[in-house]
């Protein structure tokens, strides 16, 4: 933990160096990716030492894939080679180098760096082995048209903003950061002569990064004093099972589950806040004419803590995985989109068996979630009164649920997972499947199933 925050600490200071001295009017993109790489592989040797050679093989293999593989195939070959190898590590860290070592964990940029292997696989598939016509809009624009040469690849995945935590992004998106045209082309999309300037403005990420600078500051005080203070595995302590009202666990579940929070906000913010103080993450204008930096953001603590709905709390957390998810999985899957979509984010996460029952779990409360909402939100639109109600029950479901769901996740063995089920009485388990066998489930369309140019498509099949 102290190698992570000192890392990344380090990083933002060179994230500034980067922006300043090494500029694209300043420097080659060239000298940008091998400076950006290098310092990447310092980081990761310095945080785990002989085990980051699992990063560099993982990568070097991907690589002779990416070279050597036939276009129509590019996608699956890495796919397995990435996830299989992710697997294997998550199975050796745990039973032969024992979990305990921190030394060890080097989970961490191994998973980011097997999102980013298979990202840039299906998007230079869809770039090269697909038809526009297939693509969607989003797979269009994402698309690679041609191969990375080595130094990009290795800028690509080990760059020193993003080895460490994350968040993963698309391949253009970098390139494009890193050839100086990242901010520019977002600022093309504006008609700035009607807002009054004669020239482009030229952002600044500095008030973006002070801002999420202190969101990590509150969240570390916050994690210092909370998350020790109430620990997960007091839900399942047996005098607080026995002396506890039911209602009063449930509330107490609420609390731990916020509690665990902070240290993901502190993580996840000061990866964001790295990228911006390089320059990276620059996401465009809002309708307020306030420029925004949070192309990276991996949540939205706000709409987290609001959230009336399963999906908005999903969509808001660990957002460029969900993002991931639904590029590598979703969008292709030819089956069963949200189902295999829970299992990969398990099987992307680890083995232990706490995850699979969390997701597990989410697939359950996702749908019946979906039904009640298909079948019931209606009714409650009618007034504000009736609306506000709505989001006030669905609020309160909505975090329980969550909670429910994720004490598996932080729990992690079989035996405290099924022992916290038992003691409230599997009640969301009852409650989805009562839901999905009582209510009809309206069909979802998929949206993997509309190209881009759906005239184009109707035209082809008339001919």
């Known amino acids: 933990q102290i190698n992570f925050v000192a890392c990344q600490l380090f990083a933002l ?7 300043i001295y090494l500029s694209p009017s300043h420097a080659s993109s060239a000298v940008r990716h091998a400076f950006a790489t290098l310092f990447g592989i310092y980081f990761a040797v310095f945080c785990f030492g002989w085990y980051s050679i699992h990063l560099f093989v993982l990568v070097m293999m991907n690589y002779g894939i990416m070279n050597m593989a036939s276009i129509p195939n590019i996608h699956r070959y890495s796919f397995v080679v990435a996830m299989g190898y992710l697997t294997l590590c998550h199975i050796s860290r745990i039973y032969i180098f024992h979990y305990g070592i921190l030394t060890t964990d080097f989970s961490g940029p191994l998973m980011i760096i097997t999102q980013k292997i298979t990202t840039l696989a299906c998007q230079l598939h869809d770039g090269i082995g697909r038809q526009a016509e297939e693509l969607t809009a989003e797979q269009n624009r ?26 993963c992004s698309n391949y253009k998106d970098y390139i494009a950061f890193i050839e100086g045209r990242h901010v520019h082309m977002k600022l093309l999309e ?33 994690f210092l004093t909370l998350t020790k203070n109430f620990p997960m595995a007091y839900i399942i302590d047996n005098e607080f099972l026995d002396k506890t009202p039911f209602l009063s666990r449930l509330g107490y579940l609420y609390v731990v589950t916020q509690a665990a929070k902070p240290k993901y906000y502190f993580a996840w913010t000061l990866a964001d806040a790295v990228n911006n103080a390089a320059g990276y993450g620059f996401s465009g204008v809002d309708e307020r004419g306030t420029f925004r930096w949070d192309l990276l953001s991996n949540l939205n603590i706000w709409n987290i803590e609001t959230a009336t709905s399963f999906k908005m709390y999903i969509e808001n957390w660990n957002i460029q995985t969900a993002a991931w998810l639904k590029r590598v999985c979703y969008d292709r899957a030819p089956w069963y989109p949200t189902a295999l979509t829970f299992i990969l984010s398990a099987l992307w996460h680890g083995i232990y068996p706490g995850y699979y029952f969390t997701f597990l779990t989410g697939i359950l409360i996702t749908l019946a979630a979906r039904a009640i909402r298909n079948n019931c939100r209606h009714y409650f639109l009618s007034s504000v009164p009736l609306k506000i109600t709505y989001d006030v029950v669905t609020w309160a479901v909505t975090q329980l649920a969550v909670c429910y769901t994720v004490a598996p996740f932080v729990m992690l063995a079989v035996e405290p997972t099924i022992k916290f089920y038992k003691s409230v009485y599997f009640h969301m388990h009852i409650l989805s499947i009562l839901v999905l066998l009582l209510l009809p489930i309206r069909p979802q369309t998929h949206s993997v199933r509309r190209p881009q140019n759906q005239a184009m498509q109707n035209s082809i099949k008339s001919k």
Do not use: H
């Not at 690679?144 to 903003?161: A, I």
């Not at 700035?192 to 570390?220: E, F, H, N």
């Open 13 to 19: 200071l060179a994230a500034f160096w980067f922006r």
């Open 142 to 167: 994402l698309a690679v048209k041609s191969r990375p040469s080595l130094l990009e690849y290795l800028s690509y995945l080990l760059n020193f903003m993003s080895i460490i935590a994350g968040p």
């Open 190 to 222: 504006v008609n700035w002569k009607q807002k009054g300037y004669d020239r482009l403005p030229d952002p600044s990420p500095t008030g973006a990064v002070m801002y999420k600078l202190c969101i990590t500051l509150v969240s570390l005080i916050l």
